[in-house]
């Protein structure tokens, strides 16, 4: 590629801490030679955060996304600032579709609330349904990278009742099989680790004597997947799972249903480090790892670890190249 990568910010809510962890974020990292930073924001972004962005970059605003297309900045020091009147999940939108087109080569989002993307008019309950609907990638999977361990969903936004239905024994392989393609992003001890897939009953349905998922599922994918060469182990009981000595027998557990994965990865990364990639897409986005957190908004408490982490990695799996060989 000759032109330098250009990375889109998407700051989220309004009202939410997007901009104030972007404004903390790009002030940590400064700027990037061979990174081109595009930042969408609302007009109510609170004038502290963009004077923070001015201390190291230069801004050219501008009001619309095909203005935002057309600059070609003459530094990386140099930064460009959408002030969009548009409801934060279109910014997610156009800047997918730019990610599709080449216009721009990944994605770094701030939180958005699925409220805001109602008002929006849109028929989506997150980041991931939106690029969904927008790529047309058949398999998207949630993955969490942190410090102490990772984690992949192989279900979505998807109310309980429906969890067992939607895990077929090709979903949760092809959840297995872009684990593997994360567990070798990692760092080279990770790397040589297993995945540890989660069952999805208690006690891992003890031998189908607590639900026959294990046996019906599990055992079919988890064979696909070894025929693959892609090293697992499981089904691990889910009450342990999880325990402190398993995070260095495992690269990426592997997890049924999004609250078994997220509630310790959140009980034990906080804000102090984590970062979401979206795994399937024809593009990269990654995301923190936490919300909106609108109870402390103008209040400057917001900790931006997880967007420095996100940004870095949007930045790191950009340069890779062609992000259909890992994500």
Sequence with gaps: MNRPLRIVITTGDADGIGTEISAKALAKLKPQKGVHFILWRSPLC???HLRLIDRNF???RVATWPEALRIAPQSHKEIIDICSSLRPPHWVEMSASGCLFGHVDAIATAPLSKSEIVAAGIEAIGHTEILKRVSRAPNLFMAFVGKHFSVVLATGHEPLREVAASLTPHRLYEALAAANRLRKLLPRKQRELPLGLVGLN???????LIGTEELDIFEDALKEARRHKIPVEGPLVPDSAFFKQNWSAYSVFVCPYHDQGLIPFKM???QDSGVHITMGLPFVRTSVDHGTAKNIFGKNRANPNSMVEAIEW???L???????ATL
Aim: net charge positive; aromatic share 0%.
């Design 46 to 48: 609170p004038p502290r």
């Design 58 to 60: 230069k801004r050219i």
């Design 202 to 208: 208690p006690h891992s349905g003890e031998g189908g």
């Design 268 to 270: 034990i990364h906080g």
């Design 314 to 316: 949007a930045i790191r």
């Design 318 to 324: 950009a340069k890779h190249g062609d992000p259909r």
